[in-house]
């Protein structure tokens, strides 16, 4: 249930609703996103990623042109990774999802350097566009 963590379903989906607008990598394609416990998503990490701790998201691929794939998410280490960096809840949650649908597009972050650099640029430049449409709301 994502309002225990400070937002209602109306404002999550007031945020995945501007995310939808703004990103134009998606071109009507369908993401689907889930919501998952600490401990569901620690058990999908270990699944698919060999890595036996929790997460903030996971991407799944599909290369479909109608669906382009799926993203599961952990309210609860979203909301602890914003406490231990100091940032708002809503900001986190709104980079993560950034950053699942980015992964979905083939963007990585891990090995490659100047890869990582282009796919934190580009989710920051969708943040950005994205918290204004939402401020100007």
């Known amino acids: ?37 600490k401990e569901r998503i620690r058990e999908y990490n270990l699944q698919y990623r060999k890595k036996d701790s929790p997460t903030d998201v996971l991407s799944f691929s599909y290369g479909d042109e109608e669906e382009a794939g799926d993203i599961v998410i952990s309210p609860e280490v979203i909301y602890e ?3 231990r960096y100091g940032e708002d809840f809503l900001d986190e949650l709104l980079k993560i999802i950034i950053h699942g649908i980015l992964h979905i597009f083939g963007y ?7 890869e990582a650099r282009r796919m934190f640029e580009k989710q920051d430049e969708y ?11």
Do not use: P, Q
């Open 1 to 37: 249930d994502i309002s225990r963590f400070s937002i209602t379903e109306e404002e999550f989906e007031r945020l995945v609703g501007e995310i939808d607008k703004t990103v134009d990598l998606l071109h009507n394609r369908i993401v689907n996103l889930y919501v998952a416990s």
């Open 127 to 137: 943040f950005y566009k994205v918290k204004k449409r939402l401020e100007e709301e």
């Open 108 to 114: 990585d972050h891990e090995g490659d350097e100047e």
């Open 81 to 83: 990774n914003a406490v």
